[in-house]
């Protein structure tokens, strides 16, 4: 059975930073289109920053592009989403997720993905 256990989410100062983390149990992080979504109150998901590992290709949503990074720990199956110079705007749940069905051109249409992801991880940026 596939998880997906995000954490690192909290409360931070609009400008500051915060890395979130998905670890995989029962699936191994490897050429399957990985990535961050987030949702927050009121607002549809949406796709944040994904990776293809076969070529190392990444997509980044334009509100977030500069600021976020992603990327993979091999030795520690686990997902990163580095981010920096936060806003109030990036206020949301973010979840990770994996999609080992979907072709890599789907990289940057992350609302075809289908596949796994985890519970989610809040983020708060106050003012």
């Known amino acids: 059975q596939v998880q997906l256990v995000e954490s690192g989410g909290g409360s931070v100062q609009a400008g500051g930073s915060l890395m979130l983390a998905c670890a995989a149990s029962?699936?191994?992080?490897?050429?399957?289109?990985m990535g961050w979504f987030r949702q927050a109150p009121r607002k549809e998901r949406e796709g944040v920053a994904a990776f293809w590992p076969g070529d190392g290709r990444t997509y980044y949503a334009d509100s977030v592009k500069g600021r976020f990074a992603i990327f993979q720990d091999v030795a520690k199956n686990t997902l990163y989403l580095n981010m920096s110079s936060l806003t109030v705007e990036d206020s949301a749940m973010y979840y990770c997720?994996?999609?080992?069905?979907?072709?890599?051109?789907?990289?940057?249409?992350?609302?075809?993905?289908?596949?796994?992801r985890g519970q989610g991880t809040q983020v708060t940026v106050s003012s």
């Open positions: 997720a994996v999609d080992p069905y979907s072709p890599s051109q789907y990289i940057s249409d992350m609302e075809r993905w289908t596949g796994f």
């Open positions: 029962g699936y191994t992080f490897s050429n399957d289109l």
